[in-house]
């Protein structure tokens, strides 16, 4: 199975010391790493979900056919798929924009988007922890302009963890959307307004259709990113709006119940997979080209 | 015409507006928490009533926040130095290598990077326990590098493939060993791609909280962790004078990157 590439026998004749590693052998360090501190400890936690507390299929009974967890995934895909939505509805624009503007602005853009990615998570969240929190600033500025008579709830509930992720996600799907508009050809848009498209059609007809493919890829990214998501909902979102990653922690941590943790992670797991392999299927790496 | 900047009329003003509100939506937080951290107020009242360095005192006269920054100082510097060495080894066998399993291989040593963290958090807790690798340093080296790994062969991987060998093969014609062929002539031909290894392993390791969170024991735990166990109680101005550190150090990696990058173009 293993076998050295053609150059690397050619170099037989060097002096006979240590032999020389094959490029399989150069792999078996982090294949170790990975095996030992990966992939067995995953496999151990999901075996548990069928063997603890006894052998069968218990847990995924209990865990998918109770209200309470049921409430609990509808909410995942919900803020999941909120934080998608908002997220291209705004990354889409500034993408474009980003992509027509001169280099120096965009530059300035782009660094400021490389910044908010770059701060620590933590730090991002108790900012908003603090922005949104009812004597916060945002609720000051909007009873300051008379658009509201008391502090909204803006913390703690849906609204604090859609505004908090979709703050995380926004240069997740800017970024990649930004790569795929630039190789768009201006040529295209400019043959559809000689054509006599306006510039309604040939947004809707040409520009969008083209941009697509990193619309769904980017889209289907965010969205698989935000349903594994841990600390930003736990410290924005209120209890009614628990999501899987926090259950699959409380089973474990408060509850100490590794055969319903282990269930909740597989189902986390088999949801993320398909969705990734879809995004392999539909939007392989040579179809990220916006063609 | 909608790609041409001089001809998108009054969608241009929409466009870039949206993308002003947008810019300022993600500088919002950030120069907020910055600036609170200097405000005296203890509950974060917007403007500060007046101005203080009170909140970075209390950081720096707490022994708990030096030791969890010292610790997760530590671990990020002892994953970096262990991720780019095995990601150089691995990228090496990868971008090379004409063995079977190549491509599934490959896909095995990204995955950490997709699955959800908390998955990974809960099973290497699990299997911690058994081996009592919880709560020490190894532990949490261990977990981490699981997470920076596929980071650095995917950089180093992507300067490899963007590599002539052939000009390896005319240093060994030369005389150059295989060996110094690698180490004088590839590595720096590389070198973008190892700094690239080396900056995001170590931003993953500092950053990382979910597997932390779970790793962490009463004496020993991570900045993100005691940040995190803080935050659940209440939120102290000390997090902002912590955060606004941070954020600086985000900063200075930036430049850092900004300043390397120049000077490996020229």
Redesign the interface.
Known sequence: MVSNTETDSGRAYAPARVRRLTDFELTLPALVLLVLFFVVPVVILLMRSVTEPVPGLGNYVELLGSSTYLRIFTNTFLVSGLVTVVSLLIGFPVAWALAVMPGRAASIVFAILLLSMWTNLLARTYAWMVLLQRTGVINKVLIGLGLIDKPLPLVNNLTGVTIGMTYIMLPFIILPLYGVIKKIDPAILQAAALCGANRWQSLVRVLLPLAMPGMAAGALMVFVMSLGYFVTPALLGGTANMMLAELIAQFVQSLVNWGMGGAAALVLLVVTLALYAVQLRFFGTDRMGGR | ?????NR??W??L???G??VL??A??????L??AA?SFGSSQ????PPPSWTLRWYQELFADPRWLASAWTSFQIAIIVTVLSVL??L??S???T??????REG?KA??L??M??????????????FLKIGLNGTLTGFV??H??LA?PFS?LSIGNALEGFD?SIE?AA?LCGA??LEAKVRVTLPAISHGIFSAAIFSF?TSW?E??VA??MSSPTLQTL?VK??AT?RQD?TPV??A??TL??LL??L??VLVAVVRKGLKS
């Open positions: 015409m909608l790609l041409n900047l998108l009329g969608w241009k929409v466009l870039f949206i993308t947008t810019t939506f993600l500088l919002l937080p950030i907020f928490i609170l509950w974060l009242i917007f095995l990601g080894a691995t090496f066998g990868l090379r290598g004409r063995f079977a399993f291989l095995l040593f995955t950490p997709i699955l959800p963290v908390v998955v990974l958090a809960v099973a290497l807790y699990a299997f261990i977990s590098l699981v790994l062969i060998k093969d060994v060993s295989p931003l950053d909280v979910v969170i779970f993100p940040v995190w935050l939120l997090v902002a912590a955060s941070l954020i985000t900063v990696l930036m």
